[in-house]
């Protein structure tokens, strides 16, 4: 189609049309995502639906008008200060995903640095090379410039390293809670140490980790290292609700330690025929089925409901490890969360990479070294054993010389 229709369509047909169109999509019902998709339980999607429905129409950016939106973010935002042990007075707002409240972190703190301090250079952001490129974004963005350090040999940030790089640019340092790629957790309370000595403002990226990592430590023995609010120089904090908060797709949350730091994130513009327009997030129009969808998973599901999918998490995670020991790969690090990057010392991983994603098994990959990344849904604990004997059959197959790594890309975009 490339024009509107003279004459609509009815919805049965289109229906029919869109689940035709679904059909090439990858199978996530059935596992095979291990990327891209959060699948905790159809009763958990039927309720993210529901909620979403009831919303659909309306709009965040008038609290006024809706004062249910503002009721639900405020206490969305005030779950989450209290899950990551924020002190009193701190803020956060929520927005569309892990790359605008990331967007939003970096522009508060050039705003806030900026406003005390002059930069003799281009600002800089200091940041371990496993980092998401949501933070490139917005510094090409806004006229600053990321510094990657590589990371230390057990793949999480070289803290010495960084502290090497500190000079009169930077005005950020990041760490993640945990990284995309390794799925490990940064040294935070070391980052924290190097931020205060130099009053840097230090950004937590809990995209992946912010409402998992709590419960994994419930149901895990407490064996998750420090990285929320509790460690002093954390200024800011990313963490997404359309992960491992199994809302629906558009909901995250940025948070911040003091009310004035959240309050450097907002634009303000008033010389334009409508008078005063106040956003606080990069968005105007904000679509209330988010935050309502957001809302209502978090009290449907509970501090229970996210422990026993942790639980699963921890089970899949475990199946996944032993799996892939024991068909002769190695872990990368020691992961203890939903993401496991593996290689394979004695041949070529990415061509088994390839072989899963001609399967429909989609996952990322990583380099430095070669591997594939596989990041964890609660129903996978279902379908890991078959994941398994996939990769196993595979492995023998570039083994023995049957299969050989083509052009295929597998990379994440
Ligand atoms: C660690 C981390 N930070 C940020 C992001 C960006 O989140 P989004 O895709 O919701 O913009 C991701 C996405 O995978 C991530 O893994």
């Known amino acids: 189609m490339t024009e509107i229709p003279q004459t609509g369509i009815a919805w049965p047909e289109l229906r029919e049309q869109m689940v035709n169109m679904a059909n090439g999509d990858v199978n996530w019902r059935e596992g095979k995502a291990a990327v891209y998709v959060f699948h905790s339980g159809d009763d958990v999607m039927q309720v993210a639906h529901d909620a979403y429905s009831l919303f659909i129409a309306e709009n965040g950016l008038g609290p006024g008008a809706f004062p249910s939106l503002r009721n639900m ?65 917005a510094a090409h963005l806004m006229g600053l410039q990321v510094v990657r350090i590589a990371c230390a040999d057990d793949f999480k940030a070289d803290v010495d390293a960084m502290a090497d790089a500190v000079n009169e640019n930077t005005i950020m340092l990041v760490g993640s809670a945990p990284c995309f790629p390794y799925g490990l957790i940064d040294p935070i309370e070391e980052l924290s140490g190097l931020a205060q000595k130099h009053n840097l403002w230090l950004h937590v990226d809990a995209c992946v980790g912010g409402y998992l990592n709590p419960f994994m430590r ?107 020991q024991a068909a002769g790969c190695y872990i990368m690090g020691d992961p203890k969360l939903s993401i496991v990057a593996f290689g394979w010392q004695h041949n070529d991983i990415l061509a088994v990479g390839e072989g899963l994603y001609e399967q429909g098994w989609f996952s990322s990959r990583v380099t430095r070294p070669d591997g594939i990344q596989y990041m964890i849904s609660p129903e996978h604990h279902k379908t890991m054993s078959k994941y398994l004997k996939i990769l196993k059959e595979l492995m023998d197959d570039v083994h023995s010389g049957r299969r050989r790594r083509h052009q295929g890309d597998v990379s994440y975009s």
């Open 218 to 324: 419930e149901v895990t023995d407490n064996d998750i290292e420090p990285y929320d609010f509790s460690i002093p120089g954390v200024s800011s904090m990313s963490l997404d609700l359309h992960k491992y908060g199994y809302a629906a797709k558009g909901a995250s949350t940025v948070l911040y330690r003091e009310k004035a730091l959240h309050k450097s994130q907002t634009f303000h513009f008033s010389d334009w025929p409508c008078g005063h327009m106040y956003t606080p997030t990069m968005a105007g129009t904000r679509p209330g089925g988010a935050i309502a969808a957001a809302w209502a998973v978090l009290n449907y599901l509970g501090r229970e409901g996210y422990q026993a999918r942790a639980a699963q998490i921890a089970d899949a995670r475990a199946q996944l490890v032993q799996g892939c």
């Open 73 to 137: 973010e405020k206490q969305v935002i005030d779950m989450a200060l209290n899950l990551q042990q924020a002190p009193e007075g701190g803020a956060g707002s929520m927005t569309s995903g892990g790359s605008e409240s990331i967007l939003l972190a970096v522009k508060a703190c050039r705003d806030h640095v900026l406003a005390q301090r002059k930069v003799p250079g281009k600002p800089e952001i200091l940041a371990p090379y496993s980092v998401h490129p949501a933070f490139d974004k």
